[in-house]
């Protein structure tokens, strides 16, 4: 899906026209991988456009950049503020916004330190990540042969830009062999998450989640999940699920700031349930979009207005 152009980028504290938003091929982190991420959504609502949980993708950004020893060169508040005004300044509704930090041109070489960091965020309209009819009807997933990368190789607990060539081989991986979507499995053999989305499970009466000791991100869909699945009245559970556990699921889903809440409906051609979306994924699925959309008021406070 071709990327949907906006008027301005925030680069290193300055709105840049979109096609001026360009960087040295010298780039350090083009190299080596050597940057962290975000993916944060801007959703309208009664009192206008806010983005979504801005507080935790700002202190999870900087959490990353903290393990690769990256000094960000702007206090958070400037960070936020630069998240709001690219939704702003471009006029979006909605949309996707996507704050950047990786290390610049002027060292090549693997010893990164005297490296300047440089951060752009970008924000654009971006439609349904797994497709509007994935979203509504569920998707066809596929264990991938990769594995999800070991706590002590690459920190899943970072959003490392270099770490996603893992999450790419096996979506290639997965979409060439006509699935939609990837599961990867940690080191020990559990289920770890998808190729940028966590994953849930409804199986006997439980509805559970991998802990990120199986090598998944701590996401910040995923634990608006488990407030709203307890406002329903749900108990969700951190817990290891083997491969076999998705063969016999009555429910699973996925969700991720991309992917919103998105129900799968096989698993390695194995069908899930009815082959339908369940009930448990469809009253979450509702309550995350109602959450977002600030028409729940117990999660007014997850919603920070753009201005
Ligand atoms: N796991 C991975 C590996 C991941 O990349 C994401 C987000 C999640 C889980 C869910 O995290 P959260 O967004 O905090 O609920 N993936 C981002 C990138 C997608 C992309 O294609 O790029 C996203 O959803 O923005």
Redesign the pocket.
Known sequence: MPIEKSNVIWMDGELVPWDQANVHVLTHGLHYGSGVFE?IRAYKTPNGTAVFRLKDHVDRLYDSAHIFMIDIPFPKETIAEAIRSVVRENGLEECYIRPIVFLGYGEMGLNPLACKASVAVAAWKWGT?LGEEGLAKGIRMKISSWVRHNPNSLPPAA?GTGMYIN?SMAKVEAVKAGYDEAILLSQQGYVS?C????LFVVRKGRILTPPTSAG??E????SSIMALASDLGYKVETENILRSDLYTADEIFL?????EVTPATSVDDRVVGDGKPGSVTKAIQQAYFSAVHGEDPHHLDWLDNVG
Do not use: H, M, P, R
């Not at 190729?195 to 966590?198: D, Y």
């Not at 969700?255 to 992917?259: N, P, Y």
């Open positions: 993916g990540y959003k999450s998450e190729t940028g989305e966590n998944a991100l996401g910040i869909t995923q969700c991720g700031t991309a992917a």
